[in-house]
């Protein structure tokens, strides 16, 4: 497995936008299913996103469901997270990687994206800032 590179992140106002990348030059990504997920120092990975271009669907965590919004570009081999109307709690380590399907449960009520069991090794990370 590869590790993806991410790029895109930066610092906003509140209810800004900005438009994530996902990509790698070693293999095509239409493969596979792509992850997105955010982490802050000291708390644990959440995530956010799954597009899985084998049947067509994505999937977002309720914490940006309607806000933010994952897509592929098989000609150049990325994926986007567009992220609009964004909240300071949106301030966070933007990381992505390959599965093999889209993994999605309720926890506490509220749907959450989760990596399978074939999850492949997180990238490096952008990182976006939400300014108040």
């Known amino acids: 497995q590869v590790q993806l590179v991410e790029s895109g992140g930066g610092l906003v106002q509140s209810g800004g936008s900005l438009r994530l990348s996902c990509t790698t030059s070693?293999?095509?990504?239409?493969?596979?299913?792509v992850v997105w997920s955010r982490q802050v120092p000291g708390k644990e990975r959440e995530g956010v996103s799954c597009i899985n271009n084998r049947d067509d669907t994505t999937y977002y965590s309720d914490s940006v469901k309607g806000r933010f919004t994952t897509s592929m570009d098989d000609a150049k081999n990325t994926v986007y997270l567009q992220m609009t109307g964004l909240k300071p709690e949106d301030t966070a380590i933007y990381s992505c990687?390959?599965?093999?399907?889209?993994?999605?449960?309720?926890?506490?009520?509220?749907?959450?994206?989760?990596?399978?069991?074939?999850?492949?090794?997180w990238g490096q990370g952008t990182q976006v800032t939400v300014a108040s």
């Open positions: 070693k293999f095509p990504l239409a493969e596979y299913a």
């Open positions: 990687a390959t599965d093999i399907i889209c993994a999605w449960t309720v926890i506490a009520g509220r749907g959450v994206v989760l990596p399978s069991s074939q999850i492949g090794p």
